[in-house]
């Protein structure tokens, strides 16, 4: 298995909704990532977790929790999100080191109304 | 911080070669990855180059000059499925657990024309 799988799709949400992204892989990679990415910008890094722990937190708002519950699961609990934050959320993960390329899932297409 | 430039669309027809360049300025440097994205899509990963020169991958190509802090990507006998948005990362030394921050370029579209 090589891939990173994210769910859901496509997601539309209110701005007093809670709801959760979630994603998954199988490859044994110790290093996961959450990303966000607007339409013709580049991926900018939301959260880094090695080895279950979060290491990386770039001022990410209050309203964005991750959570990585064991080493193949990664979820991104959203609550009272504005409608700038409609964007592509993607995850990505990585063997721990610095010569691993990342390998991103497909995307969770986020409207907020 | 990175500050990683490239052009923001070139065009080429289909056969063709086409030279995506990416510069970047860092006070550190452990990697230079090219990303291939379709609109829509999540960005697949192309090429690592840690060390000076030329990485060869069937088609597509990568070189890196890390004292020019310069990278190219060059992409041979283009078809139209080439049609997409490049992107140059660099991974970014500065942050603690530094080897996980990967800095993304606003990326290249290229546009394959018949």
């Known amino acids: 298995d090589t891939e990173v799988t994210q769910t859901p799709k496509h997601l539309v949400m209110g701005m007093t909704n809670k709801k959760s992204l979630k994603c998954e892989q199988h490859?044994?990679?110790?290093?996961m990532y959450w990303y966000k990415q607007k339409a013709k910008k580049p991926p900018e890094l939301m959260f880094v977790?090695?080895?279950?722990?979060?290491?990386i937190n770039e001022s990410v708002p209050s309203r964005f929790s991750p959570e990585c519950p064991n080493s193949s699961l990664l979820n991104l609990h959203l609550h009272a999100l504005q409608p700038e934050d409609s964007a592509l959320y993607l995850c990505?993960?990585?063997?721990?080191?610095?010569?691993?390329?990342?390998?991103f899932g497909s995307g969770t297409r986020l409207t907020v109304v | 911080g990175q500050n990683i430039d490239q052009p923001t669309e070139m065009t080429a027809t289909e056969g063709a070669i086409v030279q995506i360049n990416c510069t970047y300025q860092?006070?550190?440097?452990?990697?230079l990855f090219w990303y291939q994205q379709h609109a829509g899509e999540a960005p697949t990963f192309l090429s690592y180059?840690?060390?000076?020169g030329l990485e060869e991958k069937g088609r597509f190509s990568s070189f890196l000059s890390r004292s020019k802090g310069y990278s190219y990507l060059l992409l041979k006998e283009l078809q139209m499925k080439d049609s997409a948005s490049y992107l140059c990362a660099v991974r970014d030394p500065g942050a603690t657990d530094s080897w996980g921050k990967l800095q993304f370029g606003a990326g290249t579209q290229v546009v394959v024309t018949p």
């Open positions: 490859m044994g990679h110790r290093a």
């Open positions: 990505a993960s990585s063997q721990v080191g610095q010569f691993y390329g990342y390998t």
């Open positions: 180059n840690v060390l000076d």
């Open positions: 860092t006070s550190g440097f452990n990697g």
């Open positions: 977790y090695s080895y279950e722990k979060l290491s």
